[in-house]
Every structure is written in C-alpha cells, then in structure tokens.
C-alpha cells in the first residue's frame, strides 16, 4: 500500500470523482480526514468482516490512513461522490472564526463507544446538507472554485457550520476529535507504520513517549494493546488482498508483513478460522457473495474520473466536469453567498 503525503497547499480541498465501472474493492490511503457525500450509485465500507453500505444522499466521515472501500455504479449511470478535505489546522481556524465572526459555540455531549472506535462513520444526509452538496455540486461544474480558492475555503467552514449546528451526533463528534492535535500527531504516527515492521520500542520513541506512557496512551487511542491491533490491521488488509486479487499467498503475506508464510497462514487462521487459501476459495465459490455487488453498466476501467484533484495517486486522472444537473438546490445561496457578499469574513476566513 502506498502512502500520500504531500503538502495541504498542493491539494484541493473539494473533489468530485466520477466511476463509469466496478473495480471492486480498493485499499485507499488518506493523507486529510474527508467527509463525503454520495450523489450516485452504492459505496461500501470495509471494516474486517464488518461491510457498511451507502446509498445516493448519504454523508460519511474518513478520517486520516488506511481505508477499504468499494464503488458500485447503479442502472447504467456512474457512480458519483463529492469529498471534502480537510486537515486538524484547516478544521481549528474554521471552527475559531465561527466563534469569533458568528458567535457559533460548539457542544459535545454525544456519547456512543462506537463512533469513537471507528475510523467510519456513516449519516443520513439533512435536507439543508442535501441542498448543500447539490449547490457543491453545481459549482464544480462551473469551476468556481478552480478560478477562486477564497470560495473553496468559505465553502467548506459552510460544510463545518452545517454540521455542527446540528444536535451531538456520531459525524459531529468525529470531527471534535480532529481538534485534539496531540491525539492527531498520535494516530498519525501508529498509522503510518502499520506496514513498516516498527517495534513498539521504536513507535513509543517517534511519538515521544515512555515505553510504558505509550502502551497506556495506544490502548486509550485503539482500544487494545499494540502488538494485537497491528497484526489485526495487517491480517485485515490481508484479506482484502486475497479477495481482491490473485497475488499468491506467501506475496500477500510478505506485503503485509509476514515475511515467513507459515507463520501469516497461522495467524490468518487463528483470526478468520480459515486458512488464506479456503478464505479465496469460498469466496471465488460465492460463500461471501453478500459482501461484493455484481457489476453494472458503464464504459471500460474501474478507475475514476477526478474534478479539481483530490488525494494524489489513489484516485485517477483529472477532466472536465459532467452535467449532471443539480436537484433541490433551485434558490439556495447559503452561508457561502453571505460570506462572499462581507468583505471583512472573506478577509477573516482566508487561508494563510
């Protein structure tokens, strides 16, 4: 799996991407946490043996790593999503000026030990966001934000307003989580070396902790102890590979870092019940067929089409536009207009 780091001032922070074929499941790395909106077709969200489905009209947060997932185009037309980035500075500064320019207030009083475990989370679109992302929609069309970066930005602290002038939910919530800077550097680091073969010792150096500070620091973070969440999140990304390509056994177990294939077949068993060659087998056999959609219409290539960029290297090339027309969105001008008619906001909430 390959990483993407490249600096927030190269990459957009609004992108639309555009699937005319089902390329089954993908393994996807973040650089930003994202928030997204599917305009069209089905996406699904793989969590171990956990797959979350999403329809047209659904929000879902991604935050910052390693993430599987699936697109599936519907009734001949692509698949669509729009997906906004954002960093912990980007969403601070957001969230600072809408105290400070309109007063906002932010609570947090939700409770759920789910959301707080998950890197997914998955909410049902309001009628004010639905208005939202068509507008978005609307305005990737029409470049606006290619000729204006001022307006991307006043368009996502309009997505932050959104959301967190709503009551405590599991989407609210993550994102406060983002606003913890200590805890993001944290994750981050854990992130990036589930692949590397870092010893505890060597992770606890790079995030500046005692060896004792860090293993009480990682089970308040991932809920369990380092050692056993690393191979989870290996043999995790093991199976998707053996589902998902026709690798051989001990290359998957070598890419996910079990260099000695026996001992990859024995975890592999010990967590799926199974070894890497029946888990293939029954799914190819249909056993698992609940968990991947047929393929629908469309031209050729699973990879997506991208407007305005996006996150480097997982998505596709870049081309103009398609002219699906808004709906819903007649008449909304929103937060963003009222910004971009006072000259003192859009000098408040310009990037620096």
Not at 275 to 291: D, H, K, L, N
Not at 325 to 345: H, I, K, Q
Request: aromatic share 12%; charged share 20%.
């Amino acid at each position: 799996m390959n990483e993407h780091r490249t600096t927030n001032s190269t990459q957009p922070m609004i992108v639309k991407y555009v699937q005319h074929a089902h390329a089954g499941i993908q393994p996807t790395t973040l650089s930003r946490h994202a928030i997204g909106y599917v305009i069209r077709g089905r996406k699904y969200l793989y969590n171990g043996d956990v797959r979350r489905e999403l329809g047209r009209g659904d929000m879902f947060f991604l935050a910052s790593g390693h993430h599987y997932m699936e697109n599936v185009p519907e009734g001949g037309k692509p698949f669509e999503q729009i997906i906004f980035y954002y960093s912990p500075e980007d969403l601070g500064r957001i969230l600072a000026n809408l105290n400070v320019s309109y007063g906002l207030h932010v609570s947090d009083d939700h409770d759920c030990p789910n959301c707080h475990e998950q890197n997914e989370v998955i909410f049902p679109a309001w009628a004010a966001a639905r208005n939202f992302f068509n507008s978005t929609n609307s305005y990737l069309r029409d470049g606006i934000f290619n000729e204006d970066h001022t307006a991307e930005h006043l368009k996502m602290t309009e997505l932050i307003y959104l959301i967190f002038s709503q009551d405590d939910c599991c989407l609210k919530a993550k994102l406060l989580e983002n606003t913890d800077s200590q805890r993001e550097n944290f994750d981050q680091i854990i992130h990036n070396n589930i692949f590397t073969g870092a010893s505890i010792e060597e992770l606890a150096q790079l995030c500046n902790r005692s060896l004792t500070s860090f293993k009480k620091e990682f089970r308040k973070h991932f809920f369990e102890p380092p050692h056993k969440w690393f191979i989870r999140q290996r043999l995790m990304h093991s199976r998707l590979l053996l589902i998902s390509s026709d690798k051989l056994i001990s290359e998957i177990g070598n890419k996910c870092g079990f260099p000695n294939t026996s001992h990859f077949i024995k975890l592999f068993k010990k967590e799926y019940g199974m070894t890497p060659a029946a888990y293939r087998t029954r799914y190819s056999e249909g056993a698992f067929a609940e968990v991947v959609q047929q393929e629908h219409g469309g031209r050729s290539g699973g990879r997506p089409e991208v407007y305005s960029g996006g996150e480097p290297g997982c998505f596709g090339p870049s081309e103009p536009p398609c002219s699906l027309p808004p709906t819903g969105c007649c008449g909304y001008s929103g937060f963003l207009v009222d910004v971009l008619n006072n000259s003192e906001c859009r000098k408040a909430l310009r990037p620096e």
